[in-house]
């Protein structure tokens, strides 16, 4: 199963890259953005399929139904919260000006880089569960604080001229003041320099794995199997490039969608708070998180914001 998988993933990336390379940069379309994110939810249901027939084959039919239910609300968790890197996307991108025709690039780059962080990150996540059970509380109350400062933050918004992690790039490489086409480096003058597109998709790794801090947590409260917690990670954040371009210009509509999410997070911290009193059936779960996201999205279409002070 795990080199199914890894041959699976490889594949479909080197497939996202020559597409991408034979496009060459342009704007991506809503329709476009939408075609490639059927695609993607349509390969993550295939392996769902996939694993549960194999399973149903080597480890019976109960088996291979929980394992599926696992790894479908392990895919809709992750994909849910993956709706909150896109707003963090939208402010870098719009903070370094990256021109629309040459985000596509380095959105693939970036998710490529939090595939292989995020496997470290569930690797090491996956050990100290097997070591520590108490690990679990410690995760549980992580994600309730999480989504109650993600409820009580409001519109917040990151203040990207003081990252640290700017600021450090800025001091240690010489970043060009300009793009030059989908050049990550360049050379002007005999010097070579880093184009403003290295370091959004620095930035982007970067914001990602601080998501993934939340997400991998949560993920673990429905399923310790480190199979169902990578693939279900992985298949969600290959579609996040294409769920990127299709709600970017929708973002500002989804006003009740951080309480949603942040609603998630406490509900799944939770569930690992009482999970040695009373387990929650995956059902349930799947059910809840469902619920959630698309009653905040359904909210937020049907009750306008309220318009900003000035």
């Given at each position: 199963?795990?080199?199914?998988?890894?041959?699976?993933?490889?594949?479909?990336?080197?497939?996202?890259?020559?597409?991408?390379?034979?496009?060459?940069?342009?704007?991506?379309?809503?329709?476009?953005?939408?075609?490639?994110?059927?695609?993607?939810?349509?390969?993550?249901?295939?392996?769902?399929?996939?694993?549960?027939?194999?399973?149903?084959?080597?480890?019976?039919?109960?088996?291979?139904?929980?394992?599926?239910?696992?790894?479908?609300?392990?895919?809709?968790?992750?994909?849910?919260?993956?709706?909150?890197?896109?707003?963090?996307?939208?402010?870098?991108?719009?903070?370094?000006?990256?021109?629309?025709?040459?985000?596509?690039?380095?959105?693939?780059?970036?998710?490529?880089?939090?595939?292989?962080?995020?496997?470290?990150?569930?690797?090491?996540?996956?050990?100290?569960?097997?070591?520590?059970?108490?690990?679990?509380?410690?995760?549980?109350?992580?994600?309730?604080?999480?989504?109650?400062?993600?409820?009580?933050?409001?519109?917040?918004?990151?203040?990207?001229?003081?990252?640290?992690?700017?600021?450090?790039?800025?001091?240690?490489?010489?970043?060009?003041?300009?793009?030059?086409?989908?050049?990550?480096?360049?050379?002007?003058?005999?010097?070579?320099?880093?184009?403003?597109?290295?370091?959004?998709?620095?930035?982007?790794g970067i914001t990602?794995?601080?998501?993934?801090?939340?997400?991998?947590?949560?993920?673990?409260?429905?399923?310790?199997?480190?199979?169902?917690?990578?693939?279900?990670?992985?298949?969600?954040?290959?579609?996040?490039?294409?769920?990127?371009?299709?709600?970017?210009?929708?973002?500002?509509?989804?006003?009740?969608?951080?309480?949603?999410?942040?609603?998630?997070l406490c509900f799944?911290?939770?569930?690992?708070?009482?999970?040695?009193?009373?387990?929650?059936?995956?059902?349930?779960?799947?059910?809840?998180?469902?619920?959630?996201?698309?009653?905040?999205?359904?909210?937020?279409?049907?009750?306008?914001?309220?318009?900003?002070?000035?």
């Amino acid at each position: 199963m795990w080199a199914g998988f890894t041959v699976l993933v490889i594949v479909a990336l080197i497939v996202d890259l020559l597409v991408m390379r034979q496009q060459g940069a342009h704007r991506v379309s809503f329709r476009e953005a939408l075609r490639w994110s059927m695609v993607w939810i349509a390969l993550a249901l295939a392996f769902n399929a996939a694993l549960w027939w194999y399973l149903r084959g080597a480890a019976g039919p109960e088996i291979a139904n929980t394992k599926g239910l696992e790894f479908l609300t392990g895919y809709l968790v992750e994909k849910s919260l993956a709706v909150d890197n896109i707003f963090v996307f939208l402010m870098i991108f719009n903070f370094f000006a990256v021109p629309i025709e040459y985000q596509k690039r380095a959105l693939i780059w970036g998710v490529i880089g939090a595939i292989v962080l995020r496997a470290l990150m569930i690797l090491l996540g996956a050990f100290l569960i097997a070591k520590f059970h108490w690990i679990f509380y410690v995760f549980g109350a992580f994600l309730v604080i999480t989504g109650i400062k993600m409820a009580t933050a409001g519109d917040d918004k990151p203040d990207l001229e003081q990252n640290p992690v700017i600021r450090w790039v800025r001091m240690h490489m010489k970043i060009a003041t300009e793009f030059d086409g989908e050049k990550m480096i360049t050379i002007r003058n005999g010097v070579r320099y880093a184009t403003p597109l290295l370091l959004v998709i620095v930035m982007i790794g970067i914001t990602d794995v601080i998501f993934a801090v939340d997400s991998i947590p949560a993920i673990f409260a429905i399923t310790t199997d480190p199979f169902i917690v990578l693939t279900s990670n992985v298949f969600a954040i290959l579609g996040l490039r294409a769920m990127y371009f299709m709600l970017a210009d929708m973002a500002d509509r989804f006003h009740f969608l951080n309480y949603g999410l942040a609603a998630v997070l406490c509900f799944i911290g939770v569930k690992m708070l009482i999970m040695d009193l009373y387990k929650i059936p995956i059902m349930v779960s799947l059910g809840t998180v469902f619920v959630l996201v698309a009653g905040s999205m359904v909210a937020s279409l049907l009750i306008p914001a309220k318009p900003e002070r000035v």
